[in-house]
């Protein structure tokens, strides 16, 4: 199984800050990363997809980088409704492997 | 708009089973993978389950394998995923999302309680 390691695990930070969440994959998956937003009592919000591609709709503040092993979610300016828990998830292989979440607290 | 709906969650004893059903709609169904992603209370996100558009393939996480059975119906716009020999570590969210890899919509959850 690919292990996906997510850091950090929580996350203070205050708003207009640059926040940076990475995942590393225990084996190469290409680009095949997906990141998500999850606020309590919801549904997890899909945020960015192949690793860096943007999901329509998403503010541009958002964006992904990364291929093989080590991928980054980076937020550029940290607006209130931002605060909360944030995944990854490889789908290069099975079964597939969640990170184990980052929380985003506010400072 | 795409929408998902899941239903069938509730209390059951340990070794029980249930039946979680998904309502689809807002898309062609039988054009998209089909997955279950189950969330215990407090922790993460947990990939269980998915299946191809014509229900011919299947994948399960170990834990629930021999267990878990998804299955889907393209004429009712729906999956499913029969849960057998529940666990307490089975207590979950269970969500309908669509798509088997980039998942992109999720329904809102149905929940699992294992509990004697």
């Known amino acids: 199984d690919i292990q996906m390691t997510q850091s950090p695990s929580s996350l203070s930070a205050s708003v207009g800050d640059r926040v940076t969440i990475t995942c590393r994959a225990s084996q190469g998956i290409r680009n095949d990363l997906v990141w998500y937003q999850q606020k309590p009592g919801k549904a997890p919000k899909r945020l960015i997809y192949a690793a860096s591609s943007l999901q329509s709709g998403v503010p541009s503040r958002f964006s992904g980088s990364g291929s093989g092993t080590e991928f980054t979610l980076t937020i550029s300016s940290l607006q209130p409704e931002d605060f909360a828990t944030y995944y990854c998830l490889q789908h290069n292989s099975y079964p597939r492997t969640f990170g184990q979440g980052t929380k985003l607290e506010t400072k | 708009e795409v929408q998902l709906v899941e239903s069938g969650g509730g209390l059951v004893q340990p070794g029980g089973s249930l039946r979680l059903s998904c309502a689809a709609s807002g898309f062609t169904f039988s054009n998209h993978w089909m997955s279950w992603v189950r969330q215990a209370p407090g922790k993460g996100l947990e990939w269980v389950a998915n299946?191809?558009?014509?229900?011919?393939?299947?994948y399960y996480v170990d834990s629930v394998k021999g267990r878990f059975t998804i299955s889907r119906d393209n004429a009712m716009n729906s999956v499913y995923l029969q849960v057998n020999s529940l666990r307490a570590e089975d207590t979950a969210v269970y969500y309908c999302?669509?798509?088997?890899?980039?998942?992109?919509?999720w329904g809102q959850g149905t929940l699992v309680t294992v509990s004697s």
């Open positions: 999302a669509r798509n088997g890899g980039q998942i992109d919509y």
């Open positions: 299946i191809k558009e014509d229900g011919s393939v299947k």
